[in-house]
């Protein structure tokens, strides 16, 4: 773990001015808390206490749900930093596993602390043998979310030195643990769906590397890795690592908070992740080029996206937080156009689609004036597609990179002090109190 240095930024939290809150002749006074950077936040806790009501936020859009110092947004500036770093010098300039670690204990590691972590990862990387038998388990078909989301969840059943959440070694375990074997598991379930050998983890390669190799090696072959897709899967891990309380986080924390295994939070996480309104945009993008077609078809198709009676929405664009172009766009668009060059797929119907796509939209005033810029989803799956990845394994990886943000989140949930588990309240709209009537009453 990263000794404490005198660089280290502060994060103590300040006190602001209290909020003053009135409801007929009721009045409460809410302390407000303010971050390191970023909005004051009201503390509603003692909201109900003092004035007897809730706050009602559907969707907790405009709430707070916990305190944390691991990731800050700025959606109106385009801002994504993780523990102060911003993702553009991390994504350029750092590994994955460097961010890994970063995200777990707050500073990039010194170079033995990174030669460490590396190898611990890779010591992790296996799986017990015995795990191999619940891939014969599945279907042939089934998809590979579902592998991962029952697989990550058994690994309870392997690694009972690891689920004792009130031991900081074990929390550690269980974190570098998931971080290394949720790639092998994930690889593996793409290798079944195929109905090929399963490839075990190579230690002679870094870990974007490895996952390429797992992915796509065959025993009878020698594979050998392209620097520049390994580079481009590096940045997809990095641009997918964390991104602040999104749901399948929100979805861990919540788990964590019951106190259940790390194994299972991971798994829930998986399972809120497969959801299409959040891992399953970039799928999405390629949906709709394929529904294009052609070049000749974007003005009609970008005229009924302007029509909001279509129904026809214009993938990969906007994004729910950030109101200004997504930083993790900027980089993967440049990542997009160093694949493209490197396989020669210039003269790709879909690549050369997209590119016009683009031109197109980020031009139209319509766009402009709703700030609908493309985000990251809308280069990472035109990126993993170039890699031969096919569109079932998108969500996937996103898991695989997500794990790292996901397991963070747990560690920092789990330590900090006076954690209560979640319960979030209602705003009740059914009948009100009525009485139990035999059949011989009722209408």
């Known amino acids: 773990m990263a000794d404490n240095d005198t660089n280290r930024p502060d994060t103590t939290q300040k006190m602001s001015p209290s909020a003053t809150i009135s409801i007929g002749t009721r009045q409460a006074e809410l302390p407000v808390r303010s971050g390191t950077i970023g909005p004051d936040v009201v503390d509603i806790r003692k909201l109900a206490q003092d004035l007897g009501v809730y706050s009602f936020d559907p969707g907790y859009g405009e709430t707070a749900s916990c305190q944390s110092s691991i990731t800050y947004i700025d959606g109106d ?10 993702i553009d010098q991390l994504a350029m300039n750092a590994s994955f596993p460097e961010v890994a ?20 990862l890779k ?87 490895n996952f390429l ?57 998986i399972a809120a992740l497969w959801g299409p309104a959040h891992g399953g945009a970039n799928e999405a993008v390629l949906a709709m080029l394929e529904q294009i077609g052609k070049r000749e078809n974007i003005p009609a198709f970008i005229e009924q996206v302007k029509n909001r009676e279509s129904g026809v929405r214009l993938m990969g664009f906007g994004h729910r937080v950030y109101k200004n172009f997504d930083p993790r766009a900027k980089i993967l668009q440049q990542t997009y156009h160093e694949v493209v060059s490197e396989l ?22 319509y766009f402009i ?9 809308f280069y990472s799956g035109l990126i993993l597609r170039a890699l031969g990845i096919p569109t079932s394994m998108f969500t996937v990886l996103f898991a695989v990179a997500r794990t790292v943000g996901w397991v963070s ?23 009100a109190r009525r009485d139990f009537r035999p059949f011989s009453n009722r209408n």
């Open 77 to 86: 500036e385009g801002v994504l930093l993780h523990r102060g770093y911003p």
């Open 101 to 120: 670690y970063l995200l777990l204990y707050g500073e990039l590691p010194n170079a033995q602390e990174y030669c460490d972590f590396r190898e611990n």
């Open 123 to 209: 010591e992790h990387a296996l799986l017990h043998e015995q795990i191999r038998n619940f891939f014969n388990g599945f279907r042939r078909d089934a998809h590979p979310m579902a592998i991962l989301c029952g697989t990550v969840g058994a690994l309870s059943a392997f690694y009972h030195d690891g689920i004792d959440i009130s031991n900081p070694a074990s929390r550690d375990l269980s974190a570098r643990r998931l971080i290394a074997k949720v790639p092998t598991i994930a690889a593996w379930a793409y290798k079944y769906s195929q109905g090929e050998p399963f490839v075990y983890p190579n230690d002679d390669y870094s870990f974007s590397e």
């Open 213 to 269: 190799a797992m992915m796509f090696s065959r025993p009878n072959t020698r594979y050998r890795v392209n620097p520049v897709l390994a580079r481009a899967m590096d940045r997809i891990f990095i641009l997918h690592a964390d991104h602040e309380q999104n749901a399948s986080t929100s979805t861990v924390r919540l788990v964590g908070s019951t106190g259940a295994n790390p194994f299972a939070c991971i798994a829930a996480g």
């Open 344 to 365: 020669k797929l210039a003269h790709d119907p879909m690549f050369d689609l997209a590119i016009e796509l683009e031109r197109i939209a980020v031009e139209d005033p």
């Open 369 to 377: 004036q709703r700030k609908l810029y493309p985000n990251v989803d």
């Open 409 to 431: 989140q747990w560690r920092e949930m789990i330590e900090e002090p006076g954690q209560r588990i979640g319960r979030p309240r209602q705003l009740y709209t059914g009948a």
